[in-house]
């Protein structure tokens, strides 16, 4: 069982939808949470870095973390075109551990 | 704002070849890594240092080694090139090796190995 598991997709949504990407993860160490987005031919670009659970907002991005049954959550409101790309979930512990990423989930948002 | 600089972007070696692959950060970080990436393998690590004077090997290292030349420079470097290895190797940095500080990634070499 990988530690971080993240559906592959891929997900195409119409533009102005709601989108909701989830990862779970094994290991109860993880303390930090972040999710990357990677347009393609590009790297990975820090999106949202929450620690412990709870929410965090920033714009049209919501990171949800719920430690009690390790999910994390991405949400994107009024999605655009522009929100096409690879969506990354990673964790980590809060020692000198590796950040560990799922395989990513591919977004499609179409006019 | 470079932030963090690979080269070089795209490679095509033969089988047996050697190559160094630069990475470059101006962000006063502390901790660099290599990962590569493959189709449905998500981002692996390769090789990381995490400060100046130390590496050590991630979960897939074999076939690598890597040179933290200063604060700025952490290269990674193929001795004998194998199909294998073909990948998108990414660079990335942090300000510290624990997860308190999140890693921030360069644009990627992009290797094929015939």
């Known amino acids: 069982q990988k530690e971080v598991e993240q559906d592959p997709g891929p997900l195409s949504v119409p533009e102005g939808a709601i989108v909701s990407l989830n990862c779970t993860y094994s290991n109860s160490a993880f303390q930090y949470f972040m999710w990357y987005r990677q347009y393609s031919r590009k790297g990975p670009e820090l999106l949202m870095y929450?620690?412990?659970?709870g929410n965090k907002e920033d714009g049209r991005f919501t990171a949800q973390v719920d430690k009690s049954s390790k999910y994390i959550s991405l949400f994107i409101r009024d999605s655009q075109p522009s929100d096409s790309a690879t969506y990354l979930c990673a964790s980590i512990s809060g020692g000198y551990n590796k950040l560990i990423f799922g395989a990513g989930t591919r977004l499609a948002v179409h006019p | 704002n470079a932030g963090v600089t690979q080269t070089p972007k795209f490679q095509v070696l033969k089988t047996g070849q050697s190559m160094t692959l630069q990475c470059a950060q101006d962000?006063?970080?502390?901790?660099m890594y290599w990962y590569r990436q493959d189709p449905g393998m998500g981002l692996r690590l390769i090789y990381y240092s995490a400060s100046e004077g130390t590496t050590d090997k991630g979960e897939v290292p074999n076939g690598y080694n890597v040179s933290r030349l200063n604060k700025r420079e952490f290269s990674l470097r193929l001795e004998s090139a194998a199909p294998s290895q073909t990948s998108v190797y990414f660079c990335a940095s942090s300000g510290s090796p624990r997860g308190d500080q999140p890693q921030h990634f360069g644009d990627g070499t992009r290797l094929s190995i015939l």
């Open positions: 929450t620690y412990s659970s």
């Open positions: 962000m006063n970080h502390n901790s």
